[in-house]
């Protein structure tokens, strides 16, 4: 599921998928979606924009219209397309986390005095999950 969503965000771009998803939670949030159903819901809306935009209409002729639907929802094994994964932003959670820790083992309170809410400013959810699971692997209930 991820890997498909994360193709077609690559095809329309993360522009557009983004307000596509927010439409999407909010039609099918609390209820069971097929993939059909997730499928049409993604032609429709991306064909509305299709009418108005006219990289979103090159893109529906284009890629999404040589799409194999079946074939992404029924292959076995791996899908063909994977998302990159970049690593960097939970190493950078995990960095913060090391130095959280060793500033509260320090004894000095000045150190801990030094982080601020904006260390995480405008952090995803991954990232906060992932400084806080590094932070609980560094205690001694973790």
């Given amino acids: 599921g991820m890997a498909l969503f994360c193709l ?3 095809l329309v771009g993360e522009a ?3 307000p596509f998803l927010r439409a999407y939670f909010e039609h099918f949030g609390g209820k069971t979606v097929t ?6 819901f993604f032609l429709e809306h991306f ?3 299709a009418g108005t935009d006219p990289e979103v209409a090159r893109v529906m002729d284009g890629p999404v219209a040589e799409l194999d639907w079946e074939r992404l929802f029924t292959a076995p094994g791996m899908p ?7 690593a960097a932003p939970l190493e950078e959670a995990r960095k913060l986390a090391e130095r959280w820790a060793a500033a509260a083992t320090s004894g000095d309170a000045s150190a801990l005095a030094a982080f601020a ?4 400013e405008g952090w995803s959810t991954t990232k906060l999950i992932a400084l806080l699971d590094a932070l609980l692997d560094d205690s001694e209930d973790g």
């Fill in 35 to 40: 993939s059909e159903g997730m499928r049409d």
């Fill in 117 to 120: 809410p904006k260390d995480v």
């Fill in 8 to 10: 077609l965000e690559s």
């Fill in 47 to 49: 064909r509305k924009q």
């Fill in 80 to 86: 063909d397309y994977l998302p990159q994964c970049d």
């Fill in 16 to 18: 557009r998928f983004q």
